[in-house]
């Protein structure tokens, strides 16, 4: 396993211990329609939650979530769209990113609510 993809793997265990103890409900991990990946599915309260995260060692190149290009929103999006249809979801949906940058001895967790217009 490559040094990115075991950085990704941590940040998005760390983005569920984060989302359950803020009270969501983890509903799926790194859900695939096709070619799309949405790494947290999750539900607070009335609302699905489509979560991006996006971790980062540092912030020398900008914040993790200035990554989520408008490509990668239409991508969220579209796999959002197939879950919601699958499963007969009449609920609110929300779309947030979960940013975090790990170094050696901190990590930095952010949530952004509403992050991706749907």
Not at 5 to 28: H, V
Not at 54 to 63: H, W
Request: proline share 1%; charged share 30%; hydrophobic share 35%.
């Amino acid at each position: 396993m490559t040094n990115h993809i075991k950085i990704g793997s941590k940040g998005e265990k760390l983005a569920c211990d984060f989302l359950e103890k803020k009270g969501y409900r983890i509903l799926e991990k790194n859900w695939r329609s096709g070619r799309f990946e949405i790494d947290i599915i999750a539900e607070e309260k009335n609302t699905v939650i489509f979560v991006e995260v996006k971790t980062r060692t540092n912030d020398y190149y900008g914040f993790p979530e200035e990554s989520v290009n408008e490509t990668k929103q239409e991508h969220i999006l579209q796999a959002a769209e197939d879950y919601v249809i699958r499963n007969n979801i009449n609920n609110e949906i929300r779309f947030d990113i979960v940013s975090i940058i790990m170094s050696r001895n901190v990590q930095k967790i952010y949530h952004i609510e509403d992050a991706i217009a749907s």
